[in-house]
Every structure is written in C-alpha cells, then in structure tokens.
C-alpha cells in the first residue's frame, strides 16, 4: 500500500522560509515524478512542483518559479519542498503527490493527507 507522508508545515510570517518534507513508501518510486499540490480555502488543487527519478526534469508553477525549489533523495524516498519569500497567497493545505508524469495538468496517481501552511501578513 502506497503511502505518503508530509512533515513540516506551520504557520510563518509573509518573507520567511519552511521546509516540507514527504517520506514516499509501499511501491519502487523509480520511473515516478515526485511533487507537490496545494489547495488553498475556497479554491481547487493546483500544481506546484515535481521532480523527476533521474531528477533531469523539474517543473514549477509561475506562482512559485523563483522562490520554491524541489529536492528529492532517491535512496530514502523522500521530496522535499523549500520555500522561501513566502507569501499570504501561499497560505494552503500542501499534498505530497506522486505520478508517471506531474505537471500542470496532470492528475496524480497518489496523495499524501496534506499538512497546513499560513503565512500571515
């Protein structure tokens, strides 16, 4: 059974940083995109990042371009997702998601329960 389960979330203030993590179990990864989603009060998921096995492809939404970057240790199963210059627009629950290919609109084979993020301003 696959599971997938993020760490990390919290509440900071607008221009700090957070550090997500996901811990990926149940099934090889390899061949797998790795990434993130968000879904934020009243509004529908979204893409936010991924990252290949071979990490040779990572994608980012525009909203996040520049300030979120992507990691993933392949040894350990894990994604990790550092945000920095956080923003009250970021506020949103993160899942941790995994799939044959993750961008915009890709719809992920598995979710992680999501963990909360607040920025206040």
């Known amino acids: 059974q696959v599971e997938l389960v993020e760490s990390g979330g919290g509440l900071v203030q607008t221009g700090e940083s957070l550090r997500l993590s996901c811990a990926a179990s149940?099934?090889?990864?390899?061949?797998?995109?790795l990434g993130w989603f968000r879904q934020a009060p009243g509004k529908e998921r979204e893409f936010v990042a991924s990252?290949?096995?071979?990490?040779?492809?990572?994608y980012y939404a525009d909203s996040v371009n520049g300030r979120f970057t992507i990691s993933r240790d392949n040894a350990k199963n894990m994604v990790f997702l550092q945000m920095n210059s956080l923003k009250p627009e970021d506020t949103a629950v993160y899942y941790c998601?995994?799939?044959?290919?993750?961008?915009?609109?890709?719809?992920?084979?598995?979710w992680g329960q999501g963990t909360q993020v607040t920025v206040s301003s």
């Open positions: 998601v995994a799939g044959l290919l993750l961008r915009q609109r890709s719809v992920p084979g598995y």
């Open positions: 149940g099934r090889t990864f390899s061949n797998y995109f």
């Open positions: 990252k290949s096995w071979s990490g040779s492809m990572t």
